[in-house]
């Protein structure tokens, strides 16, 4: 049995204190076997924001595996970000930017779908390369088969149901073709600041149904109607996934019942907690480096 927490779009330093030190508190308490972070570890990839990022995930005493998000790289520096977006992030956060990990039961890989440029004037949408996927298909099939696959990347494959004009990932049915033609059973994502699960339609005989879960924000301020929340995921022999939510309920973590692609979030049913400094995302769509 594998155990993971699966954290997203932390942006420091628009985060809620009390907040933090009760993710991080539990974290510890209760510790994973690895905890994920699926991208925005800043607001605004100022310094200042990854100290504050780099200090908390080192403050942790799992292994984490962390993948950047769009607001992992500076909008500000033009110089930084066309020739070399993740100098801070190799500083602050780790040496790569899609990592690897794995035991004898699973194996995780990063995939990071931030891009310093695209068409148009959101550059926040991001996107997964042709290059990159074919990076990804020699990195899985490089595993052994018995391993449970994970795919963690920033940006969601799926919309919600009850909102389908939220942005998705460039190339996402490229990269979903990709992960079932080897088998991933189960993907991470967030961007949206809100939390949903989609079981894939596609049967795929004796490999398992792929499972894209999308994570609310841990801990930032900046909230699309949703409380703070994570993931508690356990990995059981066979490819069994249990997924449990936990959110804020502004005191302590709580679980509560995850929702599914097709579910829209009715307030009073999850813990809504206000953090220290409201700041409600009133835009759905937002653009570049607001999303």
Same mark, same amino acid.
């Given at each position: 049995?594998?155990?993971?927490?699966?954290?997203?779009?932390?942006?420091?330093?628009?985060?809620?204190?009390?907040?933090?030190?009760?993710?991080?508190?539990?974290?510890?308490?209760?510790?994973?076997?690895? @905890?994920? @972070?699926?991208?925005?570890?800043?607001?605004?990839?100022?310094?200042?924001?990854?100290?504050?990022?780099?200090?908390?995930?080192?403050? %942790?005493?799992?292994?984490?595996?962390?993948?950047?998000?769009?607001?992992?790289? &500076?909008?500000?520096?033009? $110089?930084?970000?066309?020739?070399?977006?993740?100098?801070?992030?190799?500083?602050? +956060?780790?040496?790569?930017?899609?990592?690897?990990?794995?035991?004898?039961?699973?194996?995780? +890989?990063?995939?990071?779908?931030?891009?310093?440029?695209?068409?148009?004037?959101?550059?926040?949408?991001?996107?997964?390369?042709?290059?990159?996927?074919?990076? %990804?298909?020699?990195?899985?099939?490089?595993?052994?088969?018995?391993?449970?696959?994970? +795919?963690? $990347?920033?940006?969601?494959?799926?919309?919600?149901?009850?909102?389908?004009? %939220?942005?998705?990932?460039?190339?996402?049915?490229?990269?979903?073709?990709?992960?079932?033609?080897?088998?991933?059973?189960?993907?991470?994502?967030?961007?949206?600041?809100?939390?949903?699960?989609?079981?894939?339609? +596609?049967?795929?005989?004796?490999?398992?149904?792929?499972?894209?879960?999308?994570?609310?924000?841990?801990?930032?301020?900046?909230?699309?109607?949703?409380?703070?929340?994570?993931?508690?995921?356990? @990995?059981?022999?066979?490819?069994? @996934?249990?997924?449990?939510?936990? $959110?804020?309920?502004?005191?302590?973590?709580?679980?509560?019942?995850?929702?599914?692609?097709?579910?829209?979030? &009715?307030?009073?049913?999850?813990?809504?907690?206000?953090?220290?400094?409201?700041?409600?995302?009133?835009?759905?769509?937002?653009?570049?480096?607001?999303?």
């Amino acid at each position: 049995m594998t155990r993971l927490a699966h954290i997203s779009d932390l942006h420091f330093d628009r985060v809620d204190p009390a907040i933090v030190k009760g993710l991080r508190d539990e974290l510890n308490h209760d510790r994973p076997d690895l @905890v994920i @972070v699926s991208g925005d570890l800043t607001q605004r990839a100022y310094r200042e924001e990854y100290r504050s990022a780099g200090a908390f995930l080192r403050s %942790l005493e799992s292994p984490v595996l962390a993948v950047p998000g769009n607001h992992d790289i &500076t909008y500000i520096h033009l $110089a930084q970000r066309f020739l070399d977006p993740y100098a801070r992030w190799r500083r602050f +956060i780790a040496r790569e930017i899609e990592p690897t990990w794995t035991n004898d039961q699973v194996a995780v +890989i990063g995939l990071n779908t931030a891009r310093r440029m695209a068409w148009g004037f959101d550059w926040s949408k991001g996107r997964f390369g042709l290059r990159q996927l074919h990076r %990804l298909n020699k990195r899985l099939e490089a595993l052994p088969e018995h391993l449970f696959r994970i +795919i963690v $990347a920033h940006h969601p494959l799926h919309p919600p149901a009850h909102a389908p004009d %939220l942005d998705v990932v460039g190339r996402a049915d490229d990269a979903l073709a990709c992960f079932r033609r080897n088998r991933v059973g189960l993907v991470l994502a967030g961007h949206l600041h809100r939390g949903y699960v989609h079981v894939d339609e +596609i049967d795929q005989g004796d490999a398992p149904r792929l499972l894209v879960v999308q994570a609310s924000t841990a801990t930032s301020t900046r909230l699309r109607g949703e409380p703070n929340a994570y993931h508690r995921i356990t @990995v059981r022999p066979g490819g069994r @996934v249990h997924l449990e939510v936990r $959110a804020w309920d502004g005191a302590r973590w709580v679980a509560v019942a995850a929702r599914d692609q097709g579910a829209k979030l &009715t307030m009073g049913e999850l813990p809504f907690h206000a953090p220290e400094v409201e700041e409600i995302a009133g835009r759905e769509n937002a653009p570049a480096g607001l999303g």
